[in-house]
């Protein structure tokens, strides 16, 4: 089975979690007065007719009290990568399909749903963010079943049902169908996908031609070949979290790093990989931030050395001195892991 994960609305979504601010009207785009567009809007957002294209004077006007956010792609860049490497915890076999959505292989013997609904909930509880996820047979069945998952955000489609279900959907909605050949199937009298379903190849082909033919109905039955493209070695792991609440205790920091360091010791154990190098990130509530970058000349894999390391790099920052709300710890230079060793035979500094 293949799992789609579809994070709604993400440039704004993660706007909303970095902010805290959950359940206000919310848009993400340029300076007003410029002609500039909505790039993304939240559902609080849309609630008042707001949509993506928009400008953001005419967005202004629907609601004047909405909360204006410029575009951030390196933080949309990285708050997929951390989402990522979540996904990497739960299964190997990852396809990106661009910064917001993922598909999944699910692992043999996982029961779907609720390794599904398991997934989703970490991704709100440690990144704040509202996922759709969709199970089928086929990454098409599973792509629809998260674009439309019901109120729960989840839809399992199992392979016996997945005819049925694909059904009432346009058949604009099949990949590679535009609106030239959706116009030609409709004067045939066929627009939805169970009159796809209907047709035999001769008669299709007698409108879209063979090759199409077969195409379109692969994918109204539930036969599509499409296979998963999993995502070549990983060249960084990372874990990110965002502190309950903002704080310049250096208790609470440390206890924050021990808690990433045991996250990334599990990635790193998943990846089979050892790391050289960590990145502390520093975010402090100002809006500014810091990297602080260590390579040692041994491989670590252990939450205890990566801690370690970890913590000799948050004091070379302003941590202790200025508030933090959101710290991350990155592996690179990953080498494949070798033999098991013990942490404390290694003194980093």
Same mark, same amino acid.
């Given at each position: 089975?293949?799992?789609? +994960? ?30 500039? %567009?909505? !790039? ?15 400008? +953001? ?7 004047? &009290?909405?909360? /204006? ?7 949309? *860049? ?5 989402? /990522?490497? #979540?996904? *990497?915890? *739960? ?7 661009? $910064? ?5 292989? $699910? ?5 779907? +749903?609720?390794?599904?609904? =398991? ?19 086929? *990454? ?47 004067? %045939? ?9 209907? !047709? ?6 007698? +409108? ?8 379109? &109905? ?12 999993? #995502?070549?070695?990983?060249?960084? #792991?990372? !874990? ?19 808690? $990433? ?21 520093? %975010?402090?509530?100002?809006? =500014? ?9 041994? %491989? ?17 920052? &302003? ?24 942490? !404390?035979?290694?003194? $980093?500094?």
């Amino acid at each position: 089975m293949i799992v789609s +994960i579809q994070i709604p609305h993400f440039y704004a979504a993660v706007e909303q979690a970095e902010a805290q601010c959950a359940g206000e009207p919310l848009i993400v785009g340029g300076d007003p007065g410029k002609g500039a %567009a909505v !790039r993304s809007a939240s559902v609080e957002a849309r609630a008042f007719g707001i949509e993506p294209g928009m400008t +953001i004077d005419r967005a202004l006007e629907l609601c004047p &009290q909405v909360r /204006r956010c410029r575009t951030r792609m390196r933080t949309y *860049r990285e708050a997929s990568a951390t989402l /990522r490497a #979540l996904l *990497r915890e *739960r299964t190997s076999r990852i396809e990106p399909v661009g $910064l917001d959505a993922f598909y999944l292989e $699910l692992p043999t013997g996982a029961a779907p +749903i609720d390794f599904v609904a =398991d997934v989703c909930f970490r991704i709100k509880s440690e990144l704040g963010l509202d996922a759709h996820a969709g199970i089928g047979p086929t *990454r098409f069945v599973a792509h629809l079943a998260g674009r439309f998952p019901g109120e729960s955000g989840l839809r399992h489609v199992a392979a016996e049902h997945a005819v049925e279900f694909l059904g009432p959907f346009p058949v604009s909605e099949i990949w590679g169908l535009g609106p030239v050949t959706a116009e030609k199937l409709a004067r %045939a009298g066929i627009v939805h996908i169970v009159d796809l379903q209907k !047709r035999r190849i001769p008669e299709l082909a007698a +409108i879209v031609g063979q090759r199409n033919a077969l195409a379109f &109905q692969q994918y109204a039955t539930a036969r599509d070949p499409s296979r998963l493209s999993p #995502l070549p070695r990983t060249k960084s #792991l990372s !874990r990110e979290c965002t502190l309950p609440a903002p704080s310049a205790d250096l208790r609470v920091l440390g206890e924050a790093l021990s808690e $990433l360091a045991q996250g990334l010791e599990a990635l790193l154990e998943r990846e089979r990989q050892t790391t050289r190098t960590l990145s502390l990130g520093v %975010a402090y509530v100002e809006g =500014d931030r810091c990297t602080r970058t260590h390579t040692v000349d041994r %491989a670590l894999t252990h939450q205890l050395e990566l801690a370690e390391v970890a913590g000799q790099l948050l004091t070379r920052t &302003q941590a202790g001195q200025r508030v933090v709300r959101k710290l991350s710890l990155k592996a690179t230079k990953l080498s494949r892991r070798e033999a098991a060793r013990d942490p !404390r035979q290694l003194r $980093l500094f």
